[in-house]
């Protein structure tokens, strides 16, 4: 049997930590009960099941447990905050601000709203990929109901001034969320310091099970209405009706704890292993960091190269290494990233770029075979490139 090639692509997803595994594993058997069955023993253990991990998930962010909402992920939990904020606060205005950068759950649901009477600001991004703070100052209107700022982005893992943002949205009155999809569990992420309002989650890009994700919602100061989006039961809090899937709320919640603990000393290692990789390609030449080069997620390089096909480029890569080009959302489209568009690369440089999601499972030897094998790609296509010209 051969070899499977080396994984890398951690921003698409992550493998299931084993201890997350464990941790499940008595909820599909054993425990089973439907935590809304409230009159008998198997609906006790399930919702005490899912109550500690709504203390989990909220003790990580700072927050209540009751604030916190569950969904199927975080492409719901955004719609959930867009559709559910657009409806809920139309009396006071249909103004949203958001990023061009954002996650394709953000901007296709923007677009969406916009065509039922909103008026949506995409705001542009300085070629680090962080927004302008005046730009966003300017952006504010009188009519402005929500702001939506993405915490860590998923192509090329840039890091927006959340602090500064909530800030700013406080001071006017206007609620503010953010897409924490790929930062939770990898940063520190605090609702009160930031002034966020809602915040999507989800577990699988944090060693989690898919399929299941969460909004937190603020109760206080202000307390934010949400218009649901699924009708049929009334389950949390009345925002998102559905039986909770009790085994991957446990996964969830203990993918983040486990995240929580160790982000300390898995960022540190994290970013040797990143910064080995990049000190060992920059010498090719031609080669680019996409996105600022500090503040950014530990585990992303995300670079385009020069002189090469950025389709061969990935398929010369497959053999040894799995990585992407971009968001596995958006991997089927035949266009550049938009992402990457947005801070300036061209076409020919947005086809042709590498996003190294490093994991929590990547070893240095690891690390050092990737990049030998990236660099002979790079180089036979270069050569092959020179020869057909």
């Not at 504010?140 to 929500?146: G, V």
């Not at 030998?372 to 050569?383: D, G, S, V």
Request: include cysteine; glycine fraction near 8%.
């Amino acid at each position: 049997m051969s070899q499977r090639p080396i994984y890398m692509d951690c921003h698409a997803t992550t493998p299931v930590d084993p201890r997350v595994m464990e941790a499940m594993l008595p909820f599909f058997t054993e425990h089973f009960g439907n935590a809304a069955s409230t009159s008998h023993q198997y609906g006790w253990e399930a919702q005490a099941a899912v109550t500690r991990s709504r203390e989990i998930l909220a003790a990580a962010i700072n927050a209540t447990p009751e604030e916190i909402i569950f969904t199927s992920g975080a492409t719901e939990a955004n719609n959930l905050v867009l559709k559910g904020v657009a409806e809920a606060y139309v009396g006071k205005g249909r103004h949203i601000i958001t990023v061009e950068t954002e996650h394709n759950a953000v901007l296709d649901t923007c677009r969406y709203l916009r065509s039922q009477g909103f008026e949506i600001t995409f705001l542009p991004v300085q070629a680090s990929g962080i927004i302008d703070l005046g730009e966003l100052e300017m952006a504010f209107r009188p009519d402005t109901i929500l702001v939506s700022v993405m915490a860590a982005n998923n192509e090329i893992g840039v890091l927006q001034p959340l602090a500064e943002i909530g800030g700013m949205c406080k001071g006017r009155d206007v609620l503010f969320h953010t897409d924490a999809a790929q930062a939770i569990g990898k940063i520190p992420l605090n609702v009160e310091t930031m002034n966020i309002d809602l915040m999507s989650l989800t577990a699988h890009k944090v060693y989690g099970p898919k399929g299941i994700g969460a909004v937190y919602v603020r109760r206080r100061n202000p307390r934010v209405q949400l218009a649901p989006q699924l009708h049929g039961g009334g389950h949390e809090r009345g925002m998102r009706s559905g039986t909770l899937y009790t085994p991957q709320i446990v996964g969830f919640a203990e993918a983040v704890k486990l995240g929580i603990e160790v982000m300390e000393a898995e960022t540190k290692e994290t970013i040797r292993l990143r910064d080995r990789l990049w000190n060992q390609l920059q010498p090719l030449g031609g080669i680019y960091i996409n996105g600022h080069p500090t503040k950014r997620l530990p585990s992303n390089l995300n670079i385009s190269v020069a002189g090469v096909d950025g389709q061969a480029l990935i398929l010369g890569l497959q053999p040894v290494v799995s990585v992407s080009a971009g968001s596995a959302c958006t991997s089927a489209k035949a266009t550049p990233s938009h992402v990457l568009k947005a801070i300036g690369r061209s076409n020919d440089f947005a086809y042709a770029s590498i996003r190294f999601g490093i994991g929590r499972f990547n070893t240095e030897a690891e690390i050092d075979r990737v990049a030998k094998h990236t660099i002979e790609t790079i180089e036979a296509l270069r050569q092959a490139a020179k020869i057909s010209a």
